[in-house]
Structures are given as structure tokens and as C-alpha cells.
């Protein structure tokens, strides 16, 4: 098994910044990538952003992309997600996921929440 553990939201004014951390422990091997997704109120998980877990290639939803960077440290099996210039519309649970072959993990989420 694999266990996720997100740290780092919180509630913070327009234009602040929040460093997301998610730890991935337990039956790791064959990581693909990990990423994050988040969800707000009455709508659906969506696509934040991911890395490659070898390459280190990174890819981000258009609405964040300029403002949030994802990074990864291999050795801890950790994935970090540094959002600036927050706004918000950014406000949502945030969910760490883990893909490798034939599998996908998901974290409890963490709430950020945004104030104008």
C-alpha cells in the first residue's frame, strides 16, 4: 500500500503565496509521476499540475500556470506545489495524486482557502 500525506494549506489574503508538501510512503516503486488536482465547492476534481517522477518534466493547468510551480525531491518521495499570486478562485481542497503502472493513490486533501 501506499500512503500519501499532504501538509501546507491554509487561508491566506489575495496575492499571498502557500508552499503544498505530500509525502508518499509505504509500497513505493515504479513511481510514474505525482501531481495535484484540487476541488472546489459543487465542482469537479481538476488537473493543478504533475511531474515526471524520472525526467523531472512538469506540466500545469492553463489557470495556473505562471503562478504555481510543482518540484519534486526523489529521496523523500515528496512532491512539493508552490503557489504565488494566489487568488480567489484558487480556493478548493487540494488532493496529492501518485500514478505508477496500473495504479493511482490519492492523499486526504488539504484546504486552501483564498480571501479577496
Known amino acids: 500500500q501506499v500512503q500519501l500525506v499532504e501538509s ?3 487561508l491566506v489574503q489575495a496575492g499571498g503565496s502557500l508552499r503544498l508538501s505530500c509525502a508518499a510512503s509505504g509500497s513505493i516503486f515504479s513511481i510514474n509521476a505525482m501531481g495535484w ?3 472546489a465547492p459543487g465542482k469537479q476534481r481538476e488537473f493543478v499540475a504533475s511531474v515526471s517522477w524520472n525526467t ?3 506540466y500545469y493547468a492553463d489557470s495556473v500556470k505562471d ?3 510543482i518540484s519534486r525531491d526523489n529521496a523523500k518521495n515528496t512532491v ?3 503557489m504565488n499570486s494566489l487568488k480567489p478562485e484558487d480556493t478548493a481542497v487540494y488532493y496529492c ?3 505508477r503502472p496500473g ?3 490519492w492523499g486526504q486533501g488539504t484546504q486552501v482557502t483564498v480571501s479577496s
Request: no cysteine; net charge positive; glycine share 20%.
Open 97 to 99: 495524486k501518485l500514478h
Open 67 to 69: 503562478r504555481f510551480t
Open 80 to 82: 512539493y506545489l508552490q
Open 56 to 58: 523531472g518534466s512538469t
Open 8 to 10: 501546507g494549506g491554509g
Open 103 to 105: 495504479y493511482d493513490y
Open 37 to 39: 488536482f484540487r476541488q
